[in-house]
């Protein structure tokens, strides 16, 4: 299922990843509208438990995690439309996280009883995994999680939210919960030493920028949806406000910055295995240019909404926060940007390059 | 998804490669917009593609190709680039009219025109605007008059690009007098050596003469002339300006090239440079592999059987946009030298950028303006309503 190679050069998802994608799209289009958003934001939980439940019943806990621990042993490319559906929906509950990023990590580290029986429950979707990573300076969702994957010093922690002072750090984003975490850390709870850590972590950056360029592309193209649909509708002068050039030209150029990330974001997906300065520096141009079709997009959509896009009313908000929050996610554009120099200054140039990467024959 | 080329595609590369290192003038050509001599120096080189079987690589054998796939093309485009190889003079008949004629000729007129236009024994140019008929190109008033067995043409056509030294042109024609608006175009082929035909170059911003003014009195070709039926015009341009935005026209080796460049520029200057500037130069290194990898996404569609539809417009907006930044952050890095003529002196490595970022000035104005590209997006990719 992960690899269907046809042996030669082909962009196109297979039918399983459009398939996968496709279920995840039409249940957060049933149970993540913003009219959900709205209620679980008024009832202040952390998750809307009947939507957690239907996500959890998809199995897509242990997408990432390998056959022989219990997972499906699908590799990033299978999950990246996945995240692109969670950016559109602006899912509140740590799909991409727990699934994406943290417990892929748990699992791939050497197993020992305690962490063996986490990751077991983590994949019966009894639980979550929230991941302290040196590259964000807070812990999301570390509240609702059943365990703390925590790196301090280079090595990994495996601690049970109870065990930790958790220290709530509101976000504008109201669905975003994050923490810093105090004490608690000790020689036993280490789970993964500097050696050990080290690799596994860099791969856990690669995909959290490349899940959160995904969100991002996501939430981007969800800007554009909605102030397409106010435009169509909202009259001025006697005519829908999409009918002016002034409006039209903003939203293609919003759209022009999706099409144009898209691409490299997909193409980062299909190659994060090669771990080298190549994949690094497309993960880190799609989380770049993902930011930045979100930002215009967002700004777009606030823009043709007129007076309603400033107003708590209109959904366009929850977006724009999400989008703020997820920039400086999994690294900032300044981190991003010197992984692009460093491949840019150092690698091979040109046109014969475009797929190459350090393992490749010449 | 499978981002690695096959056995057969790495062979393929190394072929074109060696052919190129083998045949590609080691000096550039001179300008084929600035003289005759250039203008035919580029078509010897074409004849010489033709000769190797690498004039048009997708299209079938019989007219002189390989029928190959678009993603063989892409790899050819990059190494042809990668070699430097002369720009193609005849980019007008093998990138737009060939494709067309491919699509809607008749199986004479494929014989006929195909061929000669593999071969670089005839170059093409356009003949689409007119004075009065710019981003409106349904306003074309020349008209195309049938007679017997020819028609008979009549207008003034502008903005012809190689048509000051070209052999033939193809211009959309009013085929029924009383039509309006799209109805009633047909697509027509004249000779520009036809008599009642007159060619007046237009200087451009950088002084050469890229393009021209074409003015027709009473000139008569064969019926044979028209490429679809009467009246089909507008659909076969609208073909033809899907395949120019959309793929062949700015292949992406074009760019990731000049990147190349534009980042050895950086190099040699990057201590004398504001940070700024390394900004822009990893923005554009950024948008070429960008605009390479949307180009193979397309490729990949394309080969499953898709259509090209509104992302001709995406790719037009972005690649003409690209261009633009590209050279400026190389006239950027050139600092007070940008503004010298390689003769000068004191011009050092200032290179071909001050052209390059002139002819990237009119990326957003030819082949349907920005803003009508803009326009096409909105409507037919988001939905939105027509004015």
Partial sequence: ???????????????????????????????????????????????????????????????????????????????????????????????????????????????????????????????????????????????????????????????????????????????????????????????????????????????????????????????????????????????????????????????????????????????????????RARISHAKLVASEAADVAARTAIQVHGAMGYSWEVDVHFFLKRAIALTNWWGGPAFHRGRIAERVLNGELGPEHTFTHAAADA | MDLTYSPDQKRFRHEVRSWMEAHVPSLPLPSFDASREGFEAHREWERTLSQGRWGMVTWPETYGGRGLDLIQWLIFEEEYYRAGAPLRVNQNGIFLLGPTLMEYGTPEQKARFLTAMASGDEIWAQAWSEPQAGSDLAAVKSSAVRDGDDYVLKGHKIWSSRAVFADWAFGLFRTDPASQRHKGLSLVFFPLDAPGVRVQPIAQIDGETGFAEIFLEDVRVPAFNRLGGEGEGWTICMATAGFERGLMLRSPARFQVAARKLVDLYKAHEHEVEPSVREAVLRSWMDTEAYALSIYSTASRLAAGGHIGAEASTNKIFWSEMDIALHKAALSILGARAE????????????RWLDGYFFSLAGPIYAGSNEIQRNIIAERMLGLPRA
């Fill in chain 1, 1 to 279: 299922m992960a690899f269907r190679g046809r042996e030669t050069m082909d962009f196109r998802f297979t039918e399983e990843q459009e398939m996968t994608a496709g279920v995840v799209r039409d249940l957060l289009a049933d149970l993540c509208q913003p009219a959900d958003l709205r209620r679980l934001m008024e009832s202040g939980d952390a998750r809307d438990a009947n939507r957690w439940e239907k996500i959890s019943e998809m199995g897509l806990a242990g997408a990432l995690v390998g056959e022989e621990i219990g997972g499906l042993g699908l590799r990033p490319v299978d999950f990246v439309l996945v995240a692109e559906a969670c950016g559109y929906a602006c899912l509140p509950e740590p799909l991409v996280e727990n699934a994406g990023i943290a417990l892929p990590l748990l699992a791939s580290l050497t197993q020992t009883g305690t962490t063996r029986f986490v990751v077991e429950r983590a994949l019966a979707g009894e639980i979550t995994v929230a991941l302290g990573h040196s590259a964000n300076p807070f812990i999301a969702d570390a509240d609702t999680a059943g365990a703390l994957l925590i790196e301090r010093d280079s090595a990994l922690h495996l601690v049970s939210p109870g065990d930790v002072h958790l220290s709530l750090q509101p976000s504008i984003d109201p669905f975003r919960r994050l923490f810093t975490a105090e004490g608690g850390l000790s020689e036993a709870t280490r789970v993964a030493g500097n050696d050990e850590a080290a690799a596994k972590l860099a791969s856990a950056l690669d995909r959290g920028a490349l899940f959160t360029a995904a969100q991002l592309l996501g939430i981007a193209q969800r800007c554009v949806d909605l102030a397409v649909a106010y435009a169509r509708e909202r009259q001025q002068f006697g005519k829908p406000i999409g009918t002016y050039q002034a409006v039209k030209h903003q939203l293609a150029t919003a759209q022009v910055k999706i099409e144009f990330a898209r691409p490299v974001l997909y193409a980062a997906a299909a190659t994060i295995d090669h771990a080298d300065r190549y994949s």
């Fill in chain 2, 340 to 351: 010298l003529l390689r003769s000068a002196p004191e011009a050092g490595d200032i290179g």
